[in-house]
């Protein structure tokens, strides 16, 4: 770390709640959250960092199980409005649903040109063994990191966790209990944390213009559902999910390299979905790879019916590009077209 860097760089650390602030309720014997001040106390060491750290703390704090796209707005919100005031921004957010939020503001951010590092835990910071202090203490000095040039080693907004940084719409939270709670199957890692911290260069992706402020997307249409295919799936259960009539988009989740069942019940619902002007997006259950529905004619099938490709998307990042997508444009066709389109490093193409 250069510390002449750090020393100019000044963070905002949004506290939006998770396991990393919680500590147990002696009566009800759950984890509830406890105020921002009291995890500052738990990593002295923050102080030992010769840059500015600012909060903002969510009220009320929530268990990220409960974060719904009227949070991801508010932390936009944050972002945008303190833009220019900081360098950095780290948001602490449970482990749940951590993946998901990564995703949205990806989405919700365009021309990102400062870092946005979302981290957590799986233990509470106060308690011993815990994993909190390192993935703060990290997440922080990446956030803080600059080239020589002044700009921003990672301008992008990821997942830092048990000493890495994954790019955060290709992260997906994968274990309950172990440190490292997150992986990125399709893409490499953007860094790893050891007695340095080592930077992917080739895969951190970059704004045209770093000077320029981004844009910030506040519509979200969230009429999506998702379909996880499986073994003895009922035609009743797929009539309701794809053709249900609250619905503008469905992703599919299918096996393998993008196949689903060919049985002609199956394939005349997604036929009847498709032609109903819904939009249909096809992503792989498998935690790594991608859907290329040339490969089987149950592949196939779908894509003749009108389903189109989700490449190696993660099913939480394609949730919020649809989301974000839809919010944008009210003509689907448009929102297919950027569906093909690789817009923020979610896809490989
Ligand atoms: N339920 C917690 C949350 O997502 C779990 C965690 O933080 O690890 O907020």
Not at 122 to 148: C, F, H, M, W, Y
Not at 201 to 216: E, G, K, S, T, V
Request: net charge negative; glycine share 8%; charged share 20%.
């Amino acid at each position: 770390m250069n510390i002449n860097q750090i020393s100019k760089s000044s963070i905002l650390l949004i506290y939006t709640g998770g396991t990393i602030g919680m500590k147990e309720d002696p009566v009800e014997h759950t984890l509830k959250p406890f105020d921002f001040s009291q995890i500052l106390a738990e990593v002295p060491e923050l102080g030992k960092f010769a840059c500015k750290i600012d909060s903002y703390t969510f009220n009320p704090l929530i268990d990220s199980s409960d974060i719904e796209p009227s949070n991801w707005k508010n932390l936009v919100k944050v972002i945008d409005t303190n833009y220019e005031k900081y360098d950095g921004f780290v948001i602490l957010h449970g482990t749940d649903t951590m993946a998901y939020t990564a995703s949205a503001l990806s989405f919700m951010i365009e021309g990102l040109t400062k870092p946005v590092i979302l981290t957590g835990s799986q233990l509470p910071i106060g308690v011993p063994r815990t994993d909190g202090k390192e993935n703060l203490i990290s997440a922080v000095e990446i956030a803080a990191s600059r080239q020589e040039d002044g700009t921003a080693t990672v301008p992008e907004v990821c997942i830092c966790f048990d000493n890495v940084l994954m790019r955060g719409n290709r992260a997906t939270k994968f274990n309950a209990d172990n440190f490292r709670a997150f992986i990125s199957e399709n893409l490499p890692l953007l860094a790893e944390a050891g007695i340095n911290i080592k930077y992917n260069y080739a895969y951190i992706r970059r704004p045209q213009n770093p000077h320029l402020r981004p844009i910030f997307h506040y519509n979200l249409d969230t009429r999506v559902s998702i379909l996880k295919i499986h073994p003895g799936i009922t035609p009743q259960v797929v009539r309701d999910i794809v053709c249900g009539a609250g619905t503008r988009a469905v992703i599919l989740e299918t096996y393998g390299a993008g196949n689903a069942p060919s049985a002609e019940w199956f394939i005349s619902l997604v036929r009847e979905s498709a032609q109903s002007g819904k939009i249909l997006l096809n992503v792989t259950q498998c935690m790594a790879g991608e859907v290329d529905m040339d490969i089987y004619a149950t592949g196939k099938c779908l894509k003749e019916a009108g389903v189109i490709n989700g490449y190696d998307s993660t099913t939480e990042s394609a949730l919020a590009k649809l989301f974000y997508l839809m919010g944008e444009f009210e003509e689907n066709d448009k929102v297919r077209k950027y569906l093909d389109m690789d817009l923020r490093g979610e896809i490989s193409k």
